[in-house]
């Protein structure tokens, strides 16, 4: 399962830390949102460290559709009714200036990452929404219209048509500024006191520290785990579809996604909550419809993403909580990660270099309304009834009668555990409660994944960790051959 941007870009490894080391600003993640926060600030003299647990890029970075857009599904009738027109614009105007900023850097750092300039839609079939939306856009400054006509890859269809969108290779781009930059991979940070970061061989001191995790995994203060879950959705990268002009996005009944990238059609879609794996079978769901819709085509490549969701639709980029002035996070980016790691960066970059920004209130961590609460307790009600499921679910099979090639909660010795057969007759055991914060972890038959349905940690069936915010395994380090 490797996407297209991993089979045709690597980016050079690099070194453990192994030193103590003191820094000004010390950005944690080096995906897109780490990398670019860490440019800024050394472009503004700032002195930068970047400290990776895995490989650059090797989170969402690389499983990515790489859309530059101000265009997020239906987004800003919405904003201006729950926030007002001033924040709407401000959102509208960041993301806007996002574009902007790839363009700049693409042009002046002369990266060959095949940055092209396009238009994105939003294709649907409920007119009156679809012209709502680009009043609402075009309101806010932003260039919005509305297409009886589009041409999207299936056929013709009603859309909302953005003006002035990109899209890019993102490892092509991210491994030209890492080149820049000062990173230590195979890095996991283990835990932070106010100015010190601890990880496996060394420590860092930094005045300012940045969260770009993904998912913070700091769970006091900041409380990012009660205002935000995880979702997945799937990507297929098809060979002889038609190659569309144009990036496209279904409005919420029909949510599949199309770009082009070289000689494929990406064509994206089957989304869920991160542990949700009741239906099983996303790829086949989506090879089905590409069969449908495309029937000539030939599938070259398929990948799945996983994105933060916040209660209230909108990132969290900016001081990590009120008691933390020098810790700083970027998280909640939806499914638009490319724009909101460039509004993240310069935002974090304005805060640290003690400029004010004038899209900041919009982003801000600490806001809270009434339609964030009502999200927190949606996101709470979901958290109890994984836990309580944890105490009170039957297991699924004895070990005996699991089939190989399957996995699922069974019990063994009395003890509710987590098991995955293998074709060959090898049994890999796990933990099922989740060292985030204790839910039970779902099987995803897709991925052979143990997943969770909470915050959307996700692990191997071996037990090794694949998605935070969790920070360690669940292997129980037991193996062995079927009895
Ligand atoms: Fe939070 Fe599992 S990710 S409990």
Not at 331 to 343: A, C, I
Not at 395 to 422: F, N, Q, R
Request: proline share 5%.
């Amino acid at each position: 399962m490797e996407s297209i941007w991993t089979k045709t870009c690597s980016i050079p490894k690099r070194e453990q830390l192994q030193k103590d080391k003191k820094t000004e600003v010390v950005v944690i993640g080096a995906g897109m949102a780490g990398i670019l926060i860490a440019y800024q600030l050394q472009k503004a003299g700032k002195k930068v460290i970047v400290l990776e647990a895995n490989r650059i890029a090797s989170g969402q970075t690389k499983n990515t559709t790489a859309k530059i857009t101000s265009q997020h599904n239906l987004k800003y009738a919405a904003l201006i009714s729950s926030q007002g027109e001033d924040k709407a614009r401000q959102y509208a105007m960041a993301n806007e200036a996002a574009i902007e900023e790839y363009r700049r850097i693409i042009t002046e750092e002369k990266i060959p990452c095949d940055f092209q300039e396009t238009a994105a839609f939003v294709y649907g079939q409920d007119k009156p929404k679809l012209i709502a939306e680009a009043e609402a856009g075009g309101s806010l400054g932003i260039s919005a219209s509305f297409q009886s006509h589009a041409k999207a890859p299936f056929g013709i269809s009603p859309a909302l048509r953005f003006d002035g969108q990109a899209q890019f290779h993102p490892l092509k781009f991210i491994k030209h500024l890492a080149e820049q930059l000062e990173i230590y991979e195979k890095t996991p940070v283990q835990t932070v006191d106010a100015h010190t970061l601890h990880t496996p061989k060394a420590k860092v001191s930094a005045e300012h520290i940045v969260f770009a995790t993904h998912y913070p995994f700091v769970n006091f203060p900041g409380l990012y785990f009660a205002r935000m879950h995880q979702e997945r959705s799937y990507v297929l990268a098809l060979e002889d579809a038609p190659l569309a002009d144009g990036m496209f996005i279904g409005d919420e009944e029909n949510n599949y996604s199309f770009r082009i990238y070289d000689k494929y059609l990406l064509f994206g879609g089957a989304g869920h909550r991160t542990g949700d794996n009741r239906e099983g079978g996303r790829y086949d769901a989506l090879r089905q419809k590409a069969m449908e819709l495309f029937p000539n085509a030939k599938e070259a490549a398929h990948w799945s993403a996983q994105d933060c969701m916040p209660v209230d639709g909108i990132p969290y980029i900016g001081q990590y909580a009120s008691g933390k002035p020098d810790w700083y996070v970027a998280t909640g980016f939806q499914k638009w990660g490319m724009t909101t790691s460039m509004v993240s960066a310069l935002l974090i970059r304005d805060m640290i270099c003690g400029k004010e920004n004038p899209y900041a209130a919009v982003f801000d961590p600490q806001r809270f309304s009434m339609e964030a609460a009502e999200g927190i307790a949606c996101e709470m009600k979901e958290a109890t009834k994984t836990l309580a499921k944890r105490f009170f679910k039957l297991p699924e099979a004895t070990e005996k009668e699991l089939p190989a090639g399957h996995g699922g909660v069974v019990e063994v010795d009395g003890e509710k555990i987590g098991v995955y057969k293998e074709e060959d007759g090898t049994i890999h055991m796990v933990n099922i409660r989740c060292p985030h914060l204790g839910c039970q972890l779902e099987w995803n038959p897709d991925e052979k994944s143990w997943d969770c349905p909470c915050h959307g940690s996700r692990f191997d069936f071996r037990g090794h960790i694949i998605n935070n915010p969790a920070q360690e395994g669940i292997s129980l380090n037991k193996e062995r051959p079927l009895p």
